[in-house]
């Protein structure tokens, strides 16, 4: 199968530089220094057309700001991107217009990702107008049409955002994101804020529109039944790498990288009723500082003197798993 977006190697740093005080500091002998996060560290990541690629960690690990590089919200601080088999670096003007319609992304709250002064038909129509997708005569039948598609009473265009409910926002976000006709999703934690009963409404409505217009996602999550539910393949990622990669069913099924296993022995399940759940000891450690080797040692129980020096790569494990974890690679001693 072709592909839609590849990342190779891409790291995202955050820097914030030394304030004025703390520059003053130094000239009389401090040693502050510009803060860096490493949000996210040497990713490779693939998404090929109409699949649906679930993205999974704790709230901290750099989901949110890798899903903005995908979406072309942020440049990569290194490594390259490349859409549809070509280098972002090296595409002219309408190649980057070809990226910046084709991938679009579904916030996590989408109150705060409308404009509260401008009117639903208004937030879905803007895009396609300033890209000449729709003229003005006929920006309304567009944005009605709209609508329609993700299960809104056209009616509607005329109310503000705060006049909807959550779920119904969820799907004027969802409107404006294919406004554009786009090719990729990013849905960052899309379905997180709504109730049990509109998340199954919202991930069905994915599904559908999966189904008609051939799309493809990139959904972020940490929940991991809702992955279970929409997802073709499952990436894993902790302090800003990915640990494994495979099919839904293989991971699920036998997960390979200690952290992958424990995040799966603690999903709750109607035939464990009485058990004792036993969390991840410890805390993620801050991406301003993360420790050296691989990530996950200091709060792996199998961790070994190898882990505390030298970080693993992905590499091809059992069931068409790609794990990153020197127990897949000669040992940890």
């Known amino acids: 199968?072709?592909?839609?977006?590849?990342?190779?190697?891409?790291?995202?740093?955050?820097?914030?530089?030394v304030d004025l005080a703390g520059r003053i500091a130094n000239?009389?002998?401090?040693?502050?220094?510009?803060?860096i996060v490493h949000a996210v560290d040497r990713v490779d990541l693939v998404v090929r057309p109409g699949e649906v690629v679930a993205l999974v960690g704790e709230?901290?690990?750099?989901?949110?700001?890798?899903g903005r590089v995908v979406a072309g919200i942020h440049a990569a601080s290194e490594g390259k991107v490349?859409?549809?088999?070509?280098?972002?670096?090296?595409?002219?003007?309408?190649?980057?217009?070809?990226?910046?319609?084709?991938?679009?992304?579904?916030?996590?709250?989408?109150?705060?990702?409308?404009?509260?002064?401008?009117?639903?038909?208004?937030?879905?129509g803007e895009a396609p107008r300033v890209h000449g997708l729709t003229?003005?005569?006929?920006?309304?039948?567009?944005?009605?049409?709209?609508?329609?598609?993700?299960?809104?009473?056209?009616e509607y265009c005329r109310r503000f955002p705060h006049q909807f409910s959550g779920g119904q926002r969820a799907?004027?976000?969802?409107?404006?994101?294919?406004?554009?006709?786009?090719?990729?999703?990013?849905?960052d934690e899309s379905v997180a804020a709504l109730d049990v009963s509109i998340q199954a409404q919202v991930l069905n409505l994915f599904m559908d529109l999966r189904e008609a217009l051939g799309l493809a996602y990139l959904f972020i999550s940490h929940d991991l039944g809702v992955v279970r539910h929409i997802a073709d393949r499952v990436v894993i990622m902790y302090l800003g790498r990915i640990v494994e990669t495979g099919p839904k069913e293989a991971v699920f099924a036998a997960p390979q990288h200690p952290y992958t296993r424990a995040l799966l022995e603690n999903v709750p399940r109607l035939d464990a009723r009485k058990r004792q759940f036993t969390t991840i000891k410890g805390e993620i450690p801050s991406p301003l500082q993360p420790p050296p080797g691989c990530h996950f040692h200091p709060r792996c129980p199998l961790a070994g003197p190898r882990c505390r020096q030298e970080a693993p790569g992905l590499k091809e494990g059992a069931s068409g798993h790609?794990?990153?974890?020197?127990?897949?690679?000669?040992?940890?001693?």
């Open 82 to 124: 490349f859409w549809q088999g070509r280098d972002l670096a090296a595409l002219d003007a309408s190649g980057h217009a070809d990226f910046t319609l084709g991938a679009q992304m579904i916030f996590q709250d989408p109150m705060s990702s409308l404009n509260p002064r401008m009117r639903a038909g208004e937030i879905v």
């Open 1 to 17: 199968m072709s592909e839609l977006i590849r990342l190779e190697q891409v790291s995202k740093r955050f820097v914030k530089p």
């Open 135 to 154: 003229d003005a005569a006929g920006q309304a039948g567009y944005v009605e049409a709209l609508f329609r598609q993700v299960g809104l009473d056209p």
């Open 27 to 35: 000239r009389l002998g401090a040693q502050n220094m510009p803060r």
């Open 59 to 66: 709230s901290g690990c750099g989901k949110s700001t890798l």
């Open 171 to 187: 799907r004027i976000g969802i409107a404006r994101a294919l406004a554009v006709k786009p090719k990729l999703l990013v849905c």
């Open 322 to 333: 790609t794990v990153a974890c020197h127990l897949e690679d000669g040992g940890v001693g």
